[in-house]
């Protein structure tokens, strides 16, 4: 742990913010989540899907007890998340959803994405992975390989699409 001011004024050690640390890759499935995981994983969802986005849902939804969840984490801060949801769960086909970055701009929305899709293919043999995107990020989850696959409409008050990966 690094004591330093908010502008680094006084500091003589370069602080995690300002280095090129690697992050690193959790994956578990929900019974292998301890409390304080699952709670930090709630919290980030939380706060930037309900808080962030002025948006109330039921994040809850029931699909966590199945689902793999991947995050990763520098200073031991969670910087991206995801989830992988089997078929039949979220939506008909495979599925990867409640995708952040907590710190944008990193490249770490595309890490996360793809180790997501790794373990969509790893864990529930993907061939075919749908996603229910925002809008706004069509680009971003198009960089990752996925094309988008309906018209638009609204999810909790907010223009989505459909988008899937294909092998």
Known sequence: ?????????FCDYKCPDDMNIEPILHQKTFPELTTDELYELLRVRSEVFVVE???VYQDMDGDDQKSIHLWLTVADKIVALARVCPAGTH???????RVITTERGKGY???IMLHA???AVEHFGATLIDIEAQ???????GSVGFKQSSDTFLLDGIPHIKMTWTK
């Open 53 to 55: 986005q002025n948006c």
């Open 117 to 119: 899709i790794d373990a």
């Open 135 to 141: 809008e706004y990020a069509k680009g971003f989850y």
């Open 91 to 97: 939506m008909k086909e495979i599925s990867i959803g």
């Open 109 to 111: 929305g595309k890490q």
């Open 1 to 9: 742990m690094y004591l330093c001011d908010e502008n680094n004024m």
